[in-house]
């Protein structure tokens, strides 16, 4: 196959222009002029980086109408869900230039030289953080704005100073093919190399495995399936030189009804629960597809309204034929498990629409089944009624890392709330109180990311302003004279709002 | 085997008491325990784990000059050495106590609520970093106290919050129990559970595979060989949760001779070369293994000199019996190289001691020949000729990751070094001017880390207090009450010296 089209969701038919299906010899040209331009992208001023950034931004805006008309019929979502995505990805991209001319990024450190000290002299030390080097982002498949061709992972890479190589997703290539024109169109306004970023496209895992084995690429950013991410993850360990991947991959989000708040309002939550459940056909790494809670009238209640909101909820067209088809899968497998009994099914759909699913089991079942505690991506949940706070600890305690853990509580409940936080902590990347998982603001306080098999790396976030850290190492340099330190290490550099380090002492 | 001793360094014999060997039992007794432990221990104040890290240094020194004989004995290292060692052991637990005080480590950040927001509020988002668990911790052959079981590992680990369960070196188990029993009594007079630190010891590498594999185990600290380093990391994937293993493997730390420094003092070099490269017996992890220069006049008087003191350096007693024998078969492999020429071997040694050794290529030879550019652990060194600047660029290219780079340059080398600098920052984790890798300062912008293989992680650095990073991850809170907040991220703990990030701009 030499060329391929995206298929419309709705439809499951072919739609839209061909694209040439890029092989092992694109993979080797993007990737060398990435190489090749990374000292002089490293190299640009704090402020010209900003700017590219923000160039980006704007000249996806100038895309129009044209980028959201392709992404719906790409994706199956509707208008103003992807007006939104654009939104964050252009937001995401002005944070990101925020970040980089604040300069805190660059963690920069100095311990200037001691030479009266005994026995020994001390030199003088600094330090920095510089890019890795070419960063490969994989498109996800469920936002082809904010997590694909522009989006975070190419945001906060290109923030660092790394060239970008993508790899879009083959559910959108029209959809990716605007914002990487866009984003060629401001490496050239900025001056800068066009190796600063590359995009390959075809519908082969082939693609995808040739980039990460690459050796010019020094990282990997990537969000989707959790085969696709392990996968990914040992292609890069077993490189001559492994390089660190982030993955963010797979989670069940539970949400944890503690017995006040579900006694005050259970009937109220369980409609609030099925609203995030079902947002965007439940096509969230951060959808809620486990509840927690302790049997009683309360939770009768919760699963009542639930019940009857999941019975009413509309179809809704999936991203991909292939994701419908593996939601379909994950129902069935759940209704037919003797163990679980299906609570309510939604609306039925057509073709490529998924409708929601709620199920329910007790703790017992759930502790003996693993395969109810994996991820079936789509608007499905299951209720996992304890019998008592034990039986909720020890069903917390079994889970995988996930990207979210979710209290809902009173006041009541808050001692509760202290036993299972330290539980929480350490299964989860982000804990709420009283909202729903879905919704991942792009701040500087966000996690979007948490404990295997959540992501291949917890140290990590791939959402907010921390993102940029995982695309950076420390160099230092000892005895250096100002000519050959780098200008923001200098001496007269101090004053330029980047905060330093010095002698351990934060100085800003 | 149920018991073992340790080998005098200077004798090849066994000395000493005998060890119970520690089998899995000991292993999951440990870790087990070290998990038990970890909810008291990182919920500790900041005040009470700095005194905690404070009270370990008493202890060590407490023990008095037994410590010193136990480890000269068993590493055949000389006194001041180890004095010198142990200072530098007691003075990175005090400067961890005082990184721990200071609270720069939890990386505050605090995202307000803004509930008037169009379109959507923002919720309250904080973050901070929390441990990531239980650390196994390899002690090194070369430094038996400060890479050992009170060392630069365990001491960050204990620092961000993480049990401590080490592997201690076969080779020092006296010195290593000495130690280890000074810090089980600072757990126990700081009221701590006893699980936060465990000592494991045994010949074998089964013991250590064991503790990878552990399931309660979160990340690897190692500092030994490429290959040890690798196989803990190959475990570490390979596990049903994959961990961070921060393995410092292998460096031969390219020493760069350009022209003018030469012309100018090629002799003072020479001499003060080969008092590095035998600092020691050469068993430093950056240790000079590589000199790279372009020919001419300077480096011929450069060699001169170095073959001289090298020819009159006096041989030394190795660590271990093993590592003299790896570095005689690694200086029998360079001597019997046709393309490597000989130029000066040191006074010849008796049993387990090791003579300096120094050898002589041209950049061809050793472009085409991999295993010249493998460290061979010890003073030995090799002098690559380059025709130009374009051959020394190429050698530097070819070479692999390092922990150093060093410069030795004038101020009319200074547009030669600006060339080459860039490379150098992809290659090395600290590039020096005008010194010797060997002495690394334990202080805030130190970095004693590198690309692979130097380490198999080079966002971190093993040695100074960025050195904690490695064991923390980040969590957020979303809409927590100011009850359920960790105390660092209340509204009432502003103030307390900690720097905060408050929607973006870093506050003291």
Redesign the interface.
Known sequence: MTEFRSVAAATGQPQGPAFAVHGPQDVAAACAAAADAF?AYR?TSLEARAMFLERIAEEILAIGDDLIEAAMTESGLPRPRLE?ERGRTVGQLRLFA??VR?G?WQ?L???PALPERQ??P??D???RM?P??PVAVFGASNFPLAFSTAGGDTASALAAGCPVVVKGHPAHPQTGALVAAAIARAVAASGLPAGVFSHLVGPSNDLGAALVQDPRVAAVGFTGSRSGGLAL?KLA?ARG??I?VYAEMSSINPVLLLPEALKARGEALGTAFVASLTMGAGQFCTNPGLILAIEGEGLDAFTAAATSAVQAATAQTMLTPGICQAYASGVTALEGNAGVETLAKGQPGEGTQGGAALFRTGAAAFLSDKAMGHEVFGAASVVVVCKDEAELLAVLKGLE?QLTATLHLD?AD?AL??RL??VL??K????????WPT?V?V?????H?G???AT??????SVG??AIDRF??????????A??LPPSLRDDAFGDGA?R?V??V?T?
């Open positions: 000292d190299a939104g925020d970040v604040k805190a963690q450190r100095i311990d026995p020994l001390r030199p030390i600094r330090l510089i890795l080097g993850a360990q030189v492994p660190p890392g006041a808050e709330a202290e936080l330290p902590e350490v989860a990347g982000r804990i709420l109180a009283n909202g919704g603001e701040c500087h306080a966000m996690v990311g404990p295997f098999p291949s790396d917890a140290r990590t976030t302003s921390m950076l190492r420390p160099v230092s340099y000892q005895n250096l004279s000519n050959l905060p380090l002698d351990g934060l800003i």
